[in-house]
């Protein structure tokens, strides 16, 4: 009883002086601070390494809103009971606020002993929490730093740390990774372009090119999908792989597709009036209700048919929000615009979605296609679903297609639509109407085909 009383004490007093989370009773970013400046000042004359490193829970957002701000706290609980539960000897672990745990390991002295410590606590975290009449299931993301390498203080050791941490999520959910030079480099360049990005977009120097979309009968073009361009001054040109996800996870995807759309569309409304416009939506837009409302806005303004444009989203971006997605989804497609599901086959439960949703054409992945010719699995799996979509009603398109040996295979399994190299390279604007112009006589964009 002594011994209780005297915890109790201990407790009240940290409680005082701000050491200790009110929620998960675990020490708080004070505790930390306190723990690291101690390891680092008794291991100053001789620097044995330490680790510090951060868990981030990834999803946990959404919890409090679907059941309940109760329902958040008794998860943090939980993830606090388990972290310390499996901390190693001497290692300390914290609640830095939110969905955010950190801890100091004063054995872990290096990159491999925190990769593993890593997966360990990973594995920890990924157990169902129990919510009572509900289980819930949710993955974290680390990141760590290594004294005296990655910071001889406290401010540049959480500092590395949260560069690792904001590294592992930029690559997924359920990732751990460790500070390096390298990552610092990777993450100062990703900030420099964006910088150069955000100026871009003010500037209107980010362009759209257009690539074409033939009818595999008759090997005529039938539209062309609009992809993003970007050469900056300083940095050269910039892949669209590394800037438009960048934009994304910095928030400002929306005012860059609003752009690009813009742009594409105006381009459009002077095409044959039978070719169509084929847009990317980003995934975070089908979380945005007023998506719908903003690309309507967007091509009355320049007089684009909404029948002429299809939009092309993945199958991850509708499993975020699958209820906003479905809405979006169902709005634009009252408004005439078609709906395509892109990269079929390389996402989570891919049949569930053309169940769930209603889509108008499915993209077949270019890893399917590029096998095509050389191995009888990806062809096969072609066959299906170019009967499957013949079932549903859904128009086919293969992507990716780069010789005559894999077109000429795509037209005899009955696929209706390609595009790829092998039918031309994405082109700006003016490339466009030159190519437009060999197959239309006298191209202004009103003419029918030869």
């Known amino acids: 009883m002594v011994q209780s009383a005297s915890a109790d004490v201990i407790l009240q007093s940290e409680q005082a002086s701000g050491f200790t989370d009110p929620l998960t009773g675990l020490g708080n970013r004070n505790r930390l601070r306190e ?19 951060i868990a981030n829970l990834d999803g946990f957002r959404p919890i409090n809103d679907l059941f309940g701000r109760d329902a958040g706290d008794e ?81 540049d050791l959480l500092k590395s740390a949260e560069t690792a941490l904001y ?72 892949s669209p792989a590394v800037f438009v996800p960048l934009a994304e996870e910095r928030g400002f995807i929306d005012i860059l597709t609003e752009t690009l759309l813009r742009k594409a569309a105006a381009a459009a409304v002077a095409w044959p009036h039978d070719l169509f416009l084929s847009f990317n939506l980003s995934s975070a837009q089908l979380t945005d209700l007023r998506t719908s409302q903003n690309v309507m806005s967007i091509i009355n303004r320049v007089g684009l048919d909404p029948r002429r444009l299809e939009l092309e989203i993945t199958e991850t971006a509708v499993v975020a929000d699958p209820e906003t997605a479905g809405k979006i989804i169902a709005d634009l497609r009252a408004e005439g615009v078609r709906i395509s599901l892109d990269d079929f086959g390389t996402g989570q439960s891919s049949l569930g979605r053309l169940m769930d949703f209603s889509f108008d054409k499915l993209k077949i992945d270019r890893a399917f296609v590029s096998r095509i010719t050389q191995d009888p699995a990806a062809e096969h799996i072609i066959r299906a679903i170019v009967a499957m979509c013949e079932g549903l009603g859904l128009e086919v398109v293969a992507e990716g297609v780069e010789d005559f040996a894999e077109a000429l295979k795509l037209k005899a ?30 191209f202004t964009g009103q003419f029918g085909r030869v």
């Open 35 to 53: 723990k690291v400046t101690q390891l680092a000042a008794e291991r100053a004359d001789d620097p044995a390494p330490f680790t510090i490193g």
């Open 167 to 238: 590294r592992s999520k930029r690559k997924g959910t359920g990732r751990v990774t460790v500070y390096s030079s390298e990552i610092a480099d990777e993450m100062r360049r990703s900030t420099q372009i964006e910088q150069a990005l955000r100026n871009a977009i003010i500037a209107d120097e980010v362009d759209v090119h257009f690539q074409p979309i033939v009818n595999l009968a008759g090997d005529e073009v039938v539209g062309f999908e609009a992809l993003a361009r970007w050469t900056d001054a300083d940095l050269g040109f910039v």
């Open 75 to 155: 998860i943090l609980c939980q993830v606090a009971h388990r972290l310390s539960a499996c901390m190693p000897s001497g290692a300390i672990v914290t609640r830095q606020g939110s969905d955010e745990f950190a801890f100091v390991l004063p054995l872990v002295f290096e990159r491999h002993g925190a990769e593993r410590v890593g997966a360990m606590f990973k594995e920890v975290l990924s157990a169902p929490y129990d919510l009572g009449d509900r289980h819930v299931r949710l993955s974290a993301s680390f990141g760590f730093a290594v004294y005296p390498f990655a910071g001889e203080d406290f401010p």
């Open 413 to 442: 399994l009955g696929c209706g639509m390609a595009q790829g190299y092998f039918y031309g390279k994405a082109m700006d604007r003016n490339a466009v109407k030159t190519f437009l112009a060999e197959k239309y006589v006298d």
